[in-house]
């Protein structure tokens, strides 16, 4: 069974810097896309940023320049660097992983989650 956990988040005043980790383990493999979404309270799941396995990257607009996603292939494990943190960053971050798992067809798998806060 694939396995995906988050780790970094926390409380941080607005300004300041986390950095997010994501590891994909346990029956997964030839993983393409990963990356990370966000949901805030009261909103809809979003895409914050993702990376190919190539490493192309593509983010939400209200992010760029301020994070940057990296990836590990070697380790199946992504980042996030978030930089210049604003209350609106304020959510859940959900990693995510597209891959093969046993015989079955390539799909999306999620993490459990972390939360992030921002203050002002």
């Known amino acids: 069974q694939p396995r995906l956990v988050e780790s970094g988040g926390g409380l941080v005043q607005a300004g300041g810097s986390l950095r997010l980790s994501c590891l994909a383990s346990?029956?997964?493999?030839?993983?393409?896309?990963m990356g990370w979404y966000r949901q805030a309270p009261g909103k809809t799941r979003e895409l914050v940023a993702v990376?190919?396995?190539?490493?192309?990257?593509t983010y939400q607009d209200t992010v760029k320049g301020r994070f940057t996603i990296s990836r590990d292939n070697a380790k199946n494990t992504v980042y996030l660097q978030m930089n210049s943190l604003k209350p609106e960053d304020t959510a859940v971050y959900y990693c995510?992983?597209?891959?093969?798992?046993?015989?079955?067809?390539?799909?999306?798998?999620w993490g459990p989650g972390t939360q992030v806060t921002v203050s002002s």
């Open positions: 346990g029956d997964i493999f030839s993983i393409t896309t």
């Open positions: 990376i190919t396995s190539g490493g192309r990257t």
């Open positions: 995510l992983a597209d891959g093969f798992s046993g015989a079955r067809a390539e799909r999306r798998y």
